[in-house]
């Protein structure tokens, strides 16, 4: 083969990888916009705090092709429920909610990328799953709860005693953090990452192909 073809070949292959990239962003965003409808309540918090698995497509598409492609496809699937669901806060849940997603999957798909073993993939996501429950604290306490009690009309009050009907100990906002959001959070990401460590090898095999 000559020079002139081989660099023919290798460009139409460089266009096939990317075309077939963008279309696996495209299915796992899609299947993940639709898990994020599929949210129901957990007994032990209030009952805006919804669990969904929509974080498990995300996880997969970044271990399989990089951090950069799991921040896209949080964001896709950001913009899709936003199209699908709509919002009622101006934007301003979506974007926390997109900076919370991130920070679980990107320190996990970074530890994966530069230690692509088993023990590389739980060591990543245990450390995912404690930065995102650190920032989803920081984004509740400073952004969600505020914004929804300005949004709803719903006085701070209302929504600790929301709490407190579920665990007396939360009187405060500090406790609502401390007793619902840390524990919702820490639980959220643990069956995502339970579900993506048992599914990831059978699944990446099609990511991969």
Do not use: W
Not at 20 to 47: N, Q, W
Not at 93 to 108: D, H, K, L, T, Y
């Amino acid at each position: 083969m000559s020079k002139k073809n081989e660099v023919l070949t290798n460009a139409s292959s460089g266009r096939l990888i990317d075309i077939k990239t963008i279309a696996k962003i495209g299915i796992l965003s899609a299947i993940a916009a639709l898990l994020m409808l599929l949210e129901f309540p957990l007994v032990f918090v209030p009952g805006f705090y919804k669990l969904d698995f929509s974080e498990v497509m995300v996880l997969l598409g970044a271990f399989s092709m990089g951090p950069v492609v799991g921040i896209i496809i949080e964001a896709i699937k950001i913009v899709l429920n936003f199209a699908l669901d709509g919002t009622t806060t101006a934007g301003v849940g979506e974007m926390a909610n997109f900076i919370i997603g991130c920070s679980f999957v990107v320190p996990a798909a970074l530890i994966y990328k530069r230690h692509k073993t088993r023990k590389g993939a739980v060591i990543g996501m245990i450390v995912g799953i404690i930065v995102n429950t650190i920032i989803a604290a920081f984004m509740n306490y400073y952004v969600l709860i505020p914004v929804y009690s300005v949004v709803y009309g719903m006085p701070l009050d209302v929504i600790i005693g929301m709490g407190t009907k579920v665990n007396p100990n939360i009187t405060n906002l500090n406790q609502l953090i401390l007793f619902a959001t840390i524990p919702f959070n820490l639980l959220k990401g643990t069956v995502a990452s339970a579900i993506t460590f048992l599914s990831y090898k059978r699944v990446s095999k099609l990511l991969h192909s």
